[in-house]
């Protein structure tokens, strides 16, 4: 490869999913006259509050060469633990649902972190199996009933609005720059990087490798657990299936924003690109009347294209 290929490779490599996200936004402008309208606009923004919070929680497993196949479960659990708090006779603060939530969440991802860092058990295994259990404990934990009755205040989390902007988008913006500072300017943020790139030789620096491993997935799960407060507060009924399948969009946001599969590459901005463009091909293609199934075989090509640019790029590395 001589110079000038090398720099238009380098250039695509770093720039080509900012590129693909602008072509894919214009196209769909001509395609449809409702996209950029400021509501639809608005709209997507509400609709990738839940999937961006997920992604940002497996950005950080997935930096550390990990995976997490059970965070729509665990949204579904999680959801369903915190509206029990506001619903009926039981209604509390929605601080304590909150609460309720993103600790079942972390719950969660604490149990399949350390089995995943202690017990060495494959992370592909262990939150498969997770899939299963969260699923299953949501049915037990309420005889597979829906929650309903929400209260007000609780549903305001899901559907109301600060300054004209929705507030799901609000707790989204303010999670990801948290993340990101965490990352960026962060002994910790530099550790999960480390574990990512090379677990042995991180461990042999000095980090406490083990640790970082089980708390990425403490993270992931409290992410999915702060989903599930927005999902929930949005349907404003606690469903037992909710976030079925939700691991797929989460996944697929990181791996097409730039984090590599092999850990200790990508970032959470990068994530948010991926949401965007999952987001708004969901939108497009709901614009233009195509079948939900077809959307699914689309994202599925996505995710696939984005892997084999990703391994393009590190063998051209």
Same mark, same amino acid.
């Given at each position: 490869?001589?110079?000038?290929?090398?720099?238009?490779?380098?250039?695509?490599?770093?720039?080509?999913?900012?590129?693909?996200?602008?072509?894919?936004?214009?196209?769909?402008?001509?395609?449809?006259?409702?996209?950029?309208?400021?509501?639809?606009?608005?709209?997507?923004?509400?609709?990738?509050?839940?999937?961006?919070?997920?992604?940002?929680?497996?950005?950080?497993?997935?930096?550390?060469?990990?995976?997490?196949?059970?965070? $729509?479960?665990?949204?579904?659990?999680?959801?369903?633990?915190?509206?029990?708090?506001?619903?009926?006779?039981?209604?509390?603060?929605?601080?304590?649902?909150?609460?309720?939530?993103?600790?079942?969440?972390?719950?969660?991802?604490?149990?399949?972190?350390?089995?995943?860092?202690?017990?060495?058990?494959?992370?592909?295994?262990?939150?498969?199996?997770?899939?299963?259990?969260?699923?299953?404990?949501?049915?037990?934990?309420?005889?597979?009933?829906?929650?309903?009755?929400?209260?007000?205040?609780?549903?305001?989390?899901?559907?109301?609005?600060?300054?004209?902007?929705?507030?799901?988008?609000?707790?989204?913006?303010?999670?990801?720059?948290?993340?990101?500072?965490?990352?960026?300017?962060?002994?910790?943020?530099?550790?999960?990087?480390?574990?990512?790139?090379?677990?042995?030789?991180?461990?042999?620096?000095?980090?406490?490798?083990?640790?970082?491993?089980?708390?990425?997935?403490?993270?992931?799960?409290?992410?999915?657990?702060?989903?599930?407060?927005?999902?929930?507060?949005?349907?404003?009924?606690? +469903?037992?299936?909710?976030?079925?399948?939700?691991?797929?969009?989460?996944?697929?946001?990181?791996?097409?924003? $730039?984090?590599? +599969?092999?850990?200790?590459?990508?970032?959470?901005?990068?994530?948010?690109?991926?949401? +965007?463009?999952?987001?708004?091909?969901?939108? $497009?293609?709901?614009?233009?009347?195509?079948?939900?199934?077809?959307?699914?075989?689309?994202?599925?090509?996505?995710?696939?294209?984005?892997?084999?640019?990703?391994?393009?790029?590190?063998?051209?590395?």
């Amino acid at each position: 490869m001589n110079r000038s290929q090398y720099f238009s490779f380098r250039t695509l490599s770093r720039y080509g999913i900012l590129i693909a996200f602008a072509v894919l936004c214009v196209t769909l402008s001509f395609l449809s006259p409702y996209f950029l309208t400021a509501g639809n606009l608005s709209n997507i923004a509400l609709q990738i509050s839940v999937n961006g919070i997920l992604a940002i929680g497996m950005t950080f497993v997935i930096l550390a060469a990990g995976i997490d196949l059970s965070v $729509g479960s665990v949204l579904g659990m999680a959801g369903i633990v915190a509206a029990s708090m506001v619903a009926g006779d039981t209604e509390h603060s929605p601080l304590v649902a909150v609460g309720a939530g993103v600790a079942t969440g972390a719950v969660l991802g604490l149990v399949n972190g350390s089995i995943i860092a202690w017990c060495r058990v494959p992370a592909f295994v262990v939150t498969l199996g997770m899939l299963s259990a969260a699923r299953g404990f949501t049915q037990i934990y309420n005889d597979g009933m829906p929650v309903p009755g929400l209260s007000d205040a609780f549903v305001f989390l899901g559907s109301g609005r600060l300054l004209e902007i929705p507030v799901p988008v609000w707790i989204f913006a303010a999670l990801l720059l948290a993340a990101w500072l965490v990352l960026e300017y962060t002994r910790y943020g530099r550790y999960v990087y480390a574990v990512g790139g090379n677990e042995k030789s991180a461990r042999t620096s000095g980090v406490p490798t083990r640790a970082v491993i089980a708390s990425v997935y403490v993270i992931c799960g409290a992410c999915a657990g702060l989903a599930s407060i927005i999902h929930t507060a949005r349907s404003t009924t606690a +469903l037992v299936d909710a976030g079925a399948g939700y691991e797929l969009d989460a996944i697929a946001a990181v791996v097409i924003g $730039g984090t590599s +599969l092999t850990g200790g590459v990508g970032g959470v901005f990068g994530s948010l690109i991926g949401v +965007l463009i999952i987001g708004v091909i969901n939108n $497009g293609l709901d614009l233009l009347g195509v079948e939900s199934y077809y959307q699914q075989v689309i994202k599925g090509a996505v995710i696939v294209l984005a892997v084999l640019i990703d391994v393009a790029s590190r063998k051209e590395t």
